[in-house]
């Protein structure tokens, strides 16, 4: 046994009688073994689970005769973990329960800062994507997550037009270090590239 979550679901590997290594998990007794698409069978090969989260997320990593993958498993599915491309080794070793989703919405999406009326059919499916977004995270309020909607600002892109304020890489690499400073915070935020909370 190799990783539990704090559902008491647990996983890990065993031998083979044929020496390869096979994953599980073991859900309160019930054992399912676990063999990623690709994983050889013989020794020295084969599946190891090495962690699970609490939505039930595997991480590990197979060896097969083209070399050693990360995969995540979830609901069934596998995705394989290859870094960087053409590379003979990835491990997979952790799968977080603190993980941020990020949607990209828009400052016109704000009722009581948006007073202008421009765009006004964008504004109102960006205005519509928050409300979609705000029930998905109550419904989801007891994870662990942050659930970003971000406002990067106008930004000169084919769709922001060439009199927008900012170029790409004024708001992009910023979008980027707000959502990442929101890992581990869990609960919605409607925040723009400069941390700033936004008025709903
Ligand atoms: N630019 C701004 O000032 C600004 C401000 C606030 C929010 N935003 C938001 O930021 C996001 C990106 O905007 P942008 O300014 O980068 O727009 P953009 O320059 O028009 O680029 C939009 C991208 O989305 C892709 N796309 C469009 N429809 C798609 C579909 N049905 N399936 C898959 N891909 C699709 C396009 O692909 P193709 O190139 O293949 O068509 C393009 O790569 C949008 O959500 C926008 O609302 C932008």
Request: charge should be positive; aromatic fraction near 8%; glycine fraction near 14%.
């Amino acid at each position: 046994m190799v990783g539990a979550n704090s559902r008491g679901v647990l996983v890990g590997y065993y031998l083979t009688a044929s020496g390869a290594e096979r994953a599980f998990t073991d859900r309160g007794g019930h054992f399912t073994p676990v063999d990623a698409p690709g994983a050889g069978r013989r020794p020295g090969q084969g599946t190891i689970a090495v962690d699970i989260n609490d939505s039930g997320v595997v991480a590990g990593y197979y060896t097969g005769r083209h070399g050693k993958y990360g995969f995540v498993l979830r609901r069934g599915r596998f995705t394989i973990v290859r870094y960087p491309p053409g590379s003979r080794s990835t491990w997979a070793s952790g799968v977080a329960d603190n993980g941020t989703i990020a949607v990209m919405s828009s400052g016109l999406a704000s009722i009581t800062e948006n007073v202008a009326g421009v765009w006004d059919g964008y504004s109102a499916s960006k205005v519509a994507l928050n409300m979609l977004v705000r029930g998905f995270a109550s419904r989801h309020s007891r994870r662990k997550r942050a659930v970003i909607l971000m406002a990067p600002g106008w930004v000169r892109t084919d769709m922001g037009g060439p009199e927008a304020d900012l170029d790409i890489h004024e708001s992009v690499p910023r979008v980027v270090d707000i959502v990442t400073s929101q890992i581990g915070r869990p609960g919605l935020r409607f925040l723009d590239y400069t941390g700033r909370t936004v008025a709903w």
